[in-house]
């Protein structure tokens, strides 16, 4: 893995452009806490593109606004509209209000907000997400410190006023702690399942269109949750959510299967008793998760201890460590692990886990709780300060296979790409697999199969050259008919030059069965009758008979019926009876 691009001295919230066809655009807006000196007052919003086939490490602004106030957080939303070709984004502000933005209004040098709600929220926004369902996509879910959660109908931002609505009967709108994180479920349909998490480690479980909560998930300790995230894996029928622990001491990570139980995870990972493979898990609180959307084994974190790590959910182990310090690689954890991560089970994607949940092993140095700010024991990042290494947000990119964003402690925004995990050489990213494969074959035709071809083989036929196509099909029936005479004919009926149709027109003479040596006599020059003729003078020369009669006897073997009728015609002479002989008188 390496860092692709940056952009440095910015403290930032982000957010990825959905639409594929601007896949490569990203918003960042300055973070409340992030830092910048006495002097940084208000906020600004930026577009950047991502630009891969430039080599500077830059990236390209397209466009910026300035505000009054910071941001908490950003959505990005692609809308079925073409007054909004590359969607919108939604600001969570640091005073409960929420503006409305028109990215192409940005990159054209707009400034000003398309629209903006006020007076719903009473603090911070900490938390938006639109629906990804492409027929719900304007419908945004908030979650703020004044432990509500609201949702916003963005259909036609700038015809009005705002409709809002609360996720439950009642004017049900949440919590009883500040709400962190929101997420939408992408496996039912319409997406009318929303998760959202607070402070005292409950997450509920919204159904929006039974109009109730539909579970609520707790902390054994009520320590805070930081993060949420749905498996991204559509249509298998599992509904997974994946919640981070900000205690620091037991950051863990738990996995739930919702179709089976609310009550108890199907296991944690980087329980702080017990040690993850060669790379140990967060030895405090977790602040930001993310779930692969390309590889739904893949799940990345980032902790107050200033480490980034990767999960696979296969083997329940760490499988790498980003190093978000240019120019330096994280060095090797002081401690040296020695079993799987503690569970509940098995893991739903593979390895079962082999440690119980109650068992107590040194691994991860906990201790004390300790601030953010404060320096653990085994994260080290060699070669520049560790007060820079964290990470205080991570996202996917929903368009860019292997592609992430994080926003650190340093103020930078980095982008990485990821090709390959040191910690499990195994097993390559499936956005590296090969989607499907394709040969082609002899007479324009094609085979291919795919993963989603469900097993099939399919055989095609391309005709970008119809005349080679054609060409090749009739030397095919040649071959299987041995009628090569016919093709040479063909090909002779279809030169372009007259040199090339008298090679394919000597050709064609070899073979013909009957007449090939009677044929090439005579487009050699040598006719058949003409080398008669001359015979049969030469032997009139040397009989006395004349030119005349040569002629005719030629004419005659040329044509044999004539020839029987001529002698039909000749008169017949009689042939006369020999003398009888004499009888001798015989002598008296």
């Known amino acids: 893995m390496s860092m692709i691009k940056r952009v440095q001295d910015l403290g930032v919230t982000m957010a990825w452009c959905p639409s594929k066809e601007h896949k490569s655009l990203i918003a960042a807006a300055s973070k409340e806490g992030a830092g910048g000196g006495f002097d940084d007052v208000g906020g ?223 296991f944690e990972l980087g329980n702080n008793t017990a040690a993850q493979g060669d790379i140990p898990g967060h030895s405090l609180g977790i602040v930001s998760l993310d779930w692969c959307p390309y590889d739904e084994a893949i799940v990345v974190s980032s902790g107050k201890d200033k480490r980034t790590l990767f999960w696979d959910l296969y083997s329940c182990q760490v499988v790498d460590e980003l190093d978000t310090i240019a120019g330096s690689t994280p060095a090797a954890p002081t401690t040296a692990p020695t079993d799987n991560s503690g569970g509940f089970g098995s893991s739903p994607f593979g390895q079962q886990a082999s440690t119980g949940f109650g068992s107590q092993s040194s691994g991860f140095g906990g201790g004390a709780p300790r601030g953010f700010g404060a320096q653990a024991a085994i994260n080290t990042g060699g070669g520049g300060s560790s007060t820079d290494s964290g990470v205080r947000e991570i996202i996917w990119s929903p368009s860019l296979p292997g592609v992430l964003a994080c926003s650190t402690l340093g103020r930078e925004m980095q982008i990485h790409g990821i090709t390959a995990f040191s910690g499990n ?88 069965r009957e007449q090939s040596r009677g044929l090439i006599l005579e487009h050699l020059g040598y006719s058949h009758e003409e080398i008669t003729r001359k015979v049969e003078a030469a032997r009139a020369m040397l009989s006395g008979t004349g030119l005349e009669e040569v002629d005719a006897a030629i004419a005659a073997d040329a044509n044999p019926e004539q020839k029987e009728e001529q002698q039909d015609q000749e008169p017949v002479e009689p042939t006369q009876a020999p003398p009888e002989p004499q009888q001798q008188q015989s002598s008296k």
Not at 434 to 451: A, D, H, I, T, Y
């Open 425 to 512: 050489p195994q097993r390559a990213p499936k956005w590296l697999k090969r989607p499907g494969s394709v040969s082609f074959g002899f007479g324009g035709k094609l085979v291919s199969c795919s993963e989603k071809g469900q097993n099939k083989v399919i055989f095609s036929s391309v005709t970008s050259e119809p005349a080679l196509v054609q060409s090749a099909s009739a030397f095919s029936d040649a071959m299987a008919t041995n009628d090569f005479h016919n093709y040479c004919g063909y090909k002779a009926s279809n030169s372009e030059s007259s040199k090339e149709q008298e090679e394919w027109a000597f050709v064609s003479m070899l073979f013909d």
């Open 44 to 266: 600004c919003l930026e577009i950047y593109e991502l630009d891969l086939s430039s080599e500077t490490e830059s990236m390209v602004k397209r466009g910026s606004a300035k505000t009054s106030l910071k941001f908490e957080c950003l959505a990005w939303a692609q809308l079925n509209s073409q007054s909004h070709p590359t969607g919108i984004i939604a600001g969570g502000m640091t005073d409960g209000s929420l503006s409305i933005w028109d990215p192409h209004i940005l990159i054209n040098g707009g400034s000003d907000p398309i629209a903006g709600v006020q007076g719903k929220h009473k603090a911070n926004v900490n938390a938006l997400a639109f629906n990804p369902a492409s027929n719900m996509n304007h419908i945004l879910a908030s979650g703020s410190a004044d432990n509500t959660v609201y949702l916003f109908d963005l259909n036609n931002p700038t015809g009005g006023e705002i409709a809002h609505y609360a996720p439950a009967e009642g004017d049900i709108t949440g919590h009883q702690a500040p709400v962190r994180a929101i997420a939408w479920n992408n496996e039912v349909e319409n997406c009318h399942i929303l998760a959202s998490a607070a402070s005292d480690g409950v997450v509920s479980v919204w159904d929006l269109r039974a109009k109730r909560p539909w579970c609520h998930l707790k902390d054994p300790k009520r320590q805070p949750c930081s993060a949420i995230s749905w498996n991204p894996s559509t249509g298998s029928g599992n509904v997974y959510l994946m919640t981070a622990s900000d205690d620091d001491t037991k950051p863990v990570m738990r996995l739930w299967d919702l179709r089976k139980s609310t009550t108890v995870p199907m």
